[in-house]
């Protein structure tokens, strides 16, 4: 520990908003990585606006940090100028969550992409879903909002295997409150009484309350496939119940200790192009039980 | 002196609009309607209704709270923070402590006092309550965020208990807390309208001046006002919570924007001194049912954030030609030329 | 004036920012009384009552009522209602959208212990003043009817009609005959009469000096914020009033120009 | 007739207090000094302020326009579908067509007819304006996710272009956007202060029955305002896609409540009758500089949003206290209960 | 009144709703001519001038000015400044928070091609009339303080020093003495003398049926909404016109009741 004992400052890019549920592991595991390393985390928050995210970037260089762990949510081309001023100025990058594209920095996150793919199998692994079963995929269609790449590797799956799909964009309401997706899923699921099941990529929030969604639209446990992102108390429940399918986890938690392991590593050894897909979990019937505890913490 | 028009006796059906709510529940029913012949399938059974019933009281008891203040014309923005602050003392309590109606009572106290530390801050500093409360949500929101360390908890299993009958449970099919709904509905009708706080607010939203010089006492009727408004939003918050057995930290701020819009779709003029608390709960039903009524009736993916918007405008225009076509100038315009 | 009397002011000085309108102002005003108060514009007639009356905090001076001194820093309309003082502003005191009926009673309503207006009595008392005291007469107005669909005489009437209605020791009235016509004038004249012969007192500020002068005991005279004169009216007659008035102006420098 | 106090000559730092805009300016100065104290490191440097400087333009911009939407009595809320709609256009254009200045007219028209189709919904149609553009964000906003169909563009490339040296280019290190944001400022000023538009919207925020009595044209007053908070919002939105050389369809939301912020921490009275252009030009610094002072600062993640909070409110007092003690009840009583 | 008259109202019709304010009245105001327009509280009077004047529009019947049929859909208080027709309303119309200067040229500012103002040139013009025309001589009043700090007599004053500075062909004043002292009553007066040797028009909307009978040619009486007398003020003394006036009032049940 001596040895990288770092003295390094890091500006840490958290993505949404302090506590919320994308967004609690990853500040949780870049303090534990901070406290271990002894780096001054400087923490940003953005609620996951991408504007916000770029003018949290440039204030980030204004303050000539040792390194700078940024979120990918708007993209390569409008990164560029920030990127090259970084570099300019000597101070490392990183990015997670969300990748740069063509950029090769250290990334730490999901393939979002291959996250939405893998998310769409499970399901229809799962799920038994067969070609021709009707699903609604509830989600981010708005590129650079978070969840877009996610939403549109589940649906290149569906299309892939013949399933029939309908996209629906959730609104900024109901990203922030949860509860209010409630009814529009429960309209959606009365108007369309053949639904098979609902994939949700992206979103704890709304994954934790497909429960009430299938209950309140008289469906009865396993009667339609759900699947959903973020393991929280809630989607436990969910799954428990036999409400909620598959809930595939980020693991956020490393999204928030990795970047500033890395950062320390190649300011201090030069070690650079670190690259770890942090999707590896998911959850179902068969391990919520193992699981449950660690969520209790927010490490999960 | 003037002199009522000896003309033929009125228009029952224009007597019929004038009484209080009955425009603005003719433009709900009308958008019922529309929806049940879009959507059917989802319109013409029950589970939509019963969904809405379930859902819609947190927000809509907000909305009612709000009213009031907007007819003292004053601002709060910082309910989503109150809502969620109470959610989260119900939550730990339960979880920690097993409390049920102690953690009710806890979380009911902790949204007064944030509700009268915004009245303090509004009438003490003299910070027009706009700007004020929209500090105190961001103060509040933060305070939330740090004494629950950010995590969210879960509560399922609060589903057995008594509380959750009495708040969240279900009549058959019905869910109670429409009841508890209608019931700060008649709760506020009442205070606006027969009681003498509501006159207070009523005089204090229609001229400060006057209000002075009529003898309210002025801070004391604001504090009260906040500190009302924070038990609302509290009383929400704990039946948000007891329906999605969970708190987010996020919890109250997606109903921000409905919530404002809700009040004012209802017909409460924002310049204060009148109120139409009737208005609000149909305008809370209809900012409820429009996503869900497009959803159903297939609008295409990003269509329906326009429609959304359309039909807000739609609706307001639409009850205020019902009550009075003269209020909307373009159709006094319309009517003024043809009678010419 | 041997009892106590109902208000006193002692050196009473009221500044708005560095604006002057009241310098050491002593008066008193005593039992069954009609006081006139008169002078210029902004000589501070408005600003005494509102001090009087608890609208404003005096910045200086103590005052006392039926001999008790009054803590300015608590004291408010409201108090003033229960000290029994009733005042009709010069600047409208009616709440524009509200109806007639509530605005007869706004600040004391009739209510039930839970504090729930009895809506049905105060329709009919403000019914009763409206029709009976001020004297409305028009189809169109009726105790529903928002104020801000008044004529502006008629909104005086119903700020003189409250003044009548809660019975009190010292009425106020700030330039009450402003926009009334004829008959309705003569009705505020008979009510100052009424006052003094019901035994009760009152402070009445008016530009025609003629009215001041008819129905008063006692004339006061401001003078850009300072007390000009306080006799009894028999001391004076209106001519000697006049002429003192016009002497007043006189030596004003500027005024003098003109 | 009154008389000014002959007393001692007045205080001269009462006097400079009383010059617009130096009270909020003095706090604007003291939150950079205490946060130089707190984050030498960051606010020691130049390259902060360069980058406020960058970043801030676009929400000064915006709340110059809505404080003389305030200054009528009015609000607009659509102006974040605004932004996103001028970027959107100015992206497309330029992508698709090589359009520059083209492309800028094209987006700046488009948020002018935006802004006045706002003016028709509020005065023909006679919906009040915060509800009515309420609707418009969602509608505004529906219809430019509808037409980009969600996608987001990036015009990296624009970057060597004159237009964005003249729009975002820097002068050494200085980001010359800052200058326009100034500019606009000034003539924002001018024509509140100076101008008979201003006057007439002063009028119309005060007393609508006495502006029309004076003989204000009150609706082409109204559509004229809404259209040129249409025209700012528009030039915010290209600039800030000059700066970021993107267009995402969530553009300018994130600026919704920090506008409304700065407007009021500026002091501009929410009652309407009156505006402080040099207000919102500080109050705007303020609400963008608290964040990175903060997290500079080190504040840990969860107690940003409560300082953030209680900076807000500490501003306004203080902006209020500096002008006139008195304005503060708290203080008022304070010093009453000094004096005797 | 053999020319042309200034302006000529055709059976004018004024309705709030079920309320009817104005019935079928027909009146025409000559050149040079003062007229007195007389009423009870709430006959019609305010709302008259306000048809008149291109506040509201009426609700049937038609106006002329200088023979000029006037569209009343495209009537407004701008247009009827621009046929110089000016007014000083009863209810205030200056706003509050505004300073002097401002109020006296709001509508009709000094202004440069581009719509700048000259402030300067406003601020002494107003300081002008301030300190001649309606006589404030107060040093806490200066033209930068905003009307809401004045008190209702000064207020008053600067209303009708708006008017006395836009030359106009005809002014309408309704009840313009209203809180005025003494020796401002007298200013106003010469004042409405001066518009008939100054060749111009006025209307004059009094309750005090002495000063009307003093300065006016004609007289105009409103009763619930109708033209009830309109004759030379010379056809009648004061003691004839208040008679007339009384008999009004008795004729109505309501009020013979009391
Ligand atoms: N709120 C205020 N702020 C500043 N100055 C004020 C305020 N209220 C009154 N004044 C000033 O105090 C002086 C006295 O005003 P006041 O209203 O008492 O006069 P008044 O005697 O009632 O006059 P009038 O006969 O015109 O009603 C005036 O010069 C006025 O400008
Ligand atoms: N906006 C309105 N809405 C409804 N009724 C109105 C409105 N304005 C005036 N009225 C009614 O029209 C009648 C005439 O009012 P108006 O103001 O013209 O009277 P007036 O002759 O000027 O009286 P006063 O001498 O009291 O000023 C009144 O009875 C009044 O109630
Ligand atoms: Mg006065
Ligand atoms: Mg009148």
């Not at chain 1, 990288?4 to 958290?14: L, R």
């Not at chain 2, 049920?100 to 806890?106: D, K, P, V």
């Not at chain 2, 969240?168 to 009681?195: C, E, K, T």
């Not at chain 3, 002692?10 to 009609?34: M, P």
């Amino acid at each position: 520990a001596e040895a990288v004992d770092s003295g390094m400052t890091i500006y840490f890019q958290m993505g949404g908003n302090p506590g919320d549920t994308a967004t609690l592991a990853r500040e949780l595991g870049a303090r534990d990585a901070a406290r271990v390393l002894k780096v001054n985390l400087i923490e940003q928050h953005a609620g996951w606006d991408p504007q916000k995210m770029l003018v949290q970037a440039s204030e980030a260089i204004a303050a000539q940090p040792d390194a700078m762990v940024v979120m990918g949510h708007p993209g390569t081309d409008a990164m560029k100028s920030v990127l090259e001023k970084a570099k300019a100025d000597g101070i490392v990058v990183v990015v997670n969550n969300n990748e740069l594209p063509g950029t090769s920095l250290s990334y730490f996150g999901l393939d979002n992409h291959g996250a939405g793919r893998n998310l769409a199998n499970l399901t229809i692994d799962n799920g038994k879903l067969k070609s021709g079963n009707k699903v609604l995929v509830y989600g981010a269609f708005i590129e650079g909002a978070p969840g877009a790449d996610v939403a549109k590797g589940t649906t290149e799956v569906l299309k892939e295997k013949g399933i029939d799909f309908t996209t629906l964009q959730w609104s900024n309401e109901a990203v922030q409150d949860p509860a209010l997706s409630v009814p529009v899923l429960v309209a959606y699921l009365e108007a369309n009484p053949d639904t098979k099941a609902i994939i949700v990529p992206g979103h704890g929030g709304i994954t934790a309350v497909l429960d009430k969604v299938l209950k309140q639209a008289g469906k009865k446990p396993g009667e339609v496939v759900t699947s959903g992102f973020d393991i929280s108390s809630g989607a436990i429940q969910g799954v428990r119940d036999g409400y909620i399918t598959v809930v595939l986890d980020q693991q956020p938690y490393l999204q928030g200790f990795m970047p500033v392991v890395a950062a320390v590593l190649q300011k201090k050894y030069g070690l650079a192009g670190l690259q770890l897909n942090t999707g590896g979990g998911y959850l179902t019937k068969d391990n919520v039980d193992a699981l449950a505890a660690l969520v209790k913490d927010g490490i999960r | 002196m003037a002199h009522a028009d000896k003309g033929p006796p009125n228009n029952p059906i224009a007597a019929f609009f004038k009484i209080e709510g009955t425009p603005i529940a003719f433009v709900f029913l009308l958008l019922v309607l529309l929806f049940m012949l879009t959507a059917p399938r989802a319109f013409m059974g029950f589970r939509v209704y019963m969904s809405f019933m379930a859902n819609v009281p947190p927000p809509m008891i907000i909305a009612l709270g709000l009213t009031l203040v907007v007819v003292a014309g004053e601002m709060d923005l910082s309910f989503p923070s109150v809502v969620a602050f109470a959610s989260y003392v119900f939550c730990a309590l339960y979880q920690n402590y097993d409390m049920t109606w102690l953690a009710l009572l806890a979380a009911l106290a902790t949204g007064t006092v944030m509700g009268f530390v915004n009245g303090l801050v509004v009438t003490k500093l003299g910070i027009p309550s706009l700007i004020a409360t929209l500090a105190m949500l961001f103060l509040w929101g933060g305070l939330v965020t740090v004494v629950s360390n950010g995590a969210s908890l879960a509560i399922p299993d609060i589903e057995g208990e008594l509380i959750h009958s009495v708040f969240a449970g279900r009549i058959g099919v019905f869910p109670v807390q429409f009841l508890w709904a209608l019931g700060v509905a008649v709760l506020i009708w009442m205070v606006l309208n027969r009681h003498r706080f509501g006159e207070s607010l009523l005089f204090i939203g229609d001229n400060l001046k006057v209000a002075k010089v009529v003898g309210i006492a002025i801070d004391r009727e604001k504090i009260k006002l906040f500190t009302l408004m924070g038990l609302l939003s509290a009383f929400a918050g704990v039946l948000l919570t007891m329906e999605t057995t969970t708190y987010f930290s996020q919890a109250g701020m997606g109903y921000l924007l409905t919530v404002v819009a809700a009040v004012f779709i209802g017909g409460t003029s924002i310049f204060g001194g009148a109120g139409k608390v009737v208005g609000t709960v149909f305008g809370s039903l209809i900012v409820a049912i429009i996503e869900a009524g497009l959803v159903a009736s297939g609008v295409a993916g990003f269509w329906t954030r326009f429609f959304i918007g359309l039909v807000f405008i739609v609706s307001v225009t639409m009850n205020a030609a019902i009550e009075d076509p003269d209020k909307v100038p373009l159709l006094k315009d319309l009517r003024s030329r043809a009678r010419r | 004036m041997t009892s106590t009397p109902i208000v006193r002011l002692e050196h009473v000085g009221k500044k708005y920012g560095k604006v002057v309108s009241l310098k050491d102002v002593t008066l008193e005003i005593g039992a069954n009384e009609i006081v006139g108060l008169i002078g210029d514009n902004g000589a501070g007639k408005s600003t005494l009552i509102k001090v009087l009356t608890g609208v404003e905090p005096p910045t200086s001076g103590t005052l006392y009522v039926r001999g008790l001194k009054i803590d300015a820093s608590s004291y408010t309309v409201k108090e003033a209602h229960k000290l029994r003082i009733e005042t009709v502003y010069q600047d409208s005191s009616l709440g524009e959208k509200q109806p007639l009926w509530r605005n007869f009673f706004v600040g004391r309503p009739i209510t039930n212990r839970f504090g729930f207006i009895d809506v049905k009595a105060e329709k009919k008392v403000a019914e009763h003043i409206m029709r009976s005291t001020i004297g409305f007469r028009g189809v169109g107005i009726d105790v529903d009817t928002p104020v801000s669909r008044l004529s502006g005489g008629e909104r005086q009437g119903v700020a003189i009609g409250r003044a009548m209605h809660f019975d009190s020791d010292l009425i106020v009235l700030d330039e009450p005959t402003v926009a009334l016509a004829l008959k309705e004038v003569q009705k505020v004249l008979d009510f100052i009469r009424s006052i003094k012969s019901g035994g009760r007192s009152c402070i009445y500020i008016e530009h025609n000096i003629h009215h001041v002068h008819e129905v008063c005991d006692r004339l006061v005279v401001l003078d850009r914020g300072e007390i000009a004169l306080d006799a009894p009216t028999s001391s004076m007659t209106y001519l000697e009033l006049t002429n003192f008035l016009m002497s007043l102006h006189g030596r004003r420098p500027a005024a003098a120009a003109h």
